[in-house]
Each structure stands twice: as C-alpha cells, then as structure tokens.
C-alpha cells in the first residue's frame, strides 16, 4: 500500500513557476514509477509526465515538454514536478500516481494503482 500526498500547488501569474511535490509513505516507494496527471474543470484527466522508478525513464506530454520537469528523491520518498512557464490553460488540479511496473512508464491512467488528493495549480492571464 502507498499513500500519496501532493503539495505546492496556488496561484500564480502566467509564465511563472512552481514545484509540486507528492510525499509518499511505505517503504516501497522506490519500486514505484511514478506519474503526474491533472483535470481541469470540465475535462478528462490527462496525462503530464511519469518517471520510472530509477529516474533513468522519464516521459512528457506534449503540451508540457520543455517547460515541465519531473525528479524524485528515493530517499526523501518524495516526486517533484518543477513548472516552468506556466500558461493559463496549465490550471487544474494536479494528481500524483504510483504505478508498479519494473519496466518503464505509463501514460495510461488506469494503469496507476494509487493517487493522491490532487493540489490545486491557477495561473493568471
């Protein structure tokens, strides 16, 4: 079992930055690709980036690439998302997911085992 929580979210005006982060419980944290969704209001959730368990497999989508940045920390248990020039159409809530594979990663969302709550991320026009 994993427990995810994500932190960092707010408000921010557009081309400007944060970082999430999703803290994860259990000690088997390190096993887990981990993937970074969001939803806005209105719209499916969507996939935005994943990184496999070792870091060595990291995976964008689109409308991300070049300004979006996944990292994890093993030791800390913690998946960051860092943002970087951020657009209005950016805003949504921000999920965190762990996914058992050894292999790779997913942008395919019912193959994450656990989520977290979300954070919410608003950029400003």
């Known amino acids: 079992q994993v427990q995810l929580v994500e932190s960092g979210g707010g408000l921010v005006q557009a081309g400007g930055s944060l970082r999430l982060s999703c803290a994860a419980s259990?000690?088997?944290?390190?096993?887990?690709?981990m993937g970074w969704f969001r939803q806005a209001p209105g719209k499916e959730r969507e996939f935005v980036g994943a990184?496999?368990?070792?870091?060595?497999?990291?995976y964008y989508a689109d409308s991300v690439k070049g300004r979006f940045t996944i990292s994890r920390d093993n030791a800390k248990n913690t998946v960051y998302l860092q943002m970087n020039s951020l657009k209005p159409e950016d805003t949504a809530v921000y999920y965190c997911?762990?996914?058992?594979?050894?292999?790779?990663?997913?942008?395919?969302?019912?193959?994450?085992?656990?989520w977290g709550q979300g954070t919410q991320v608003t950029v400003s026009s």
């Open positions: 259990g000690r088997t944290f390190s096993t887990y690709a």
């Open positions: 990184i496999s368990w070792s870091g060595r497999s990291i």
């Open positions: 997911a762990a996914d058992n594979r050894r292999l790779g990663v997913s942008d395919v969302r019912y193959e994450y085992d656990y």
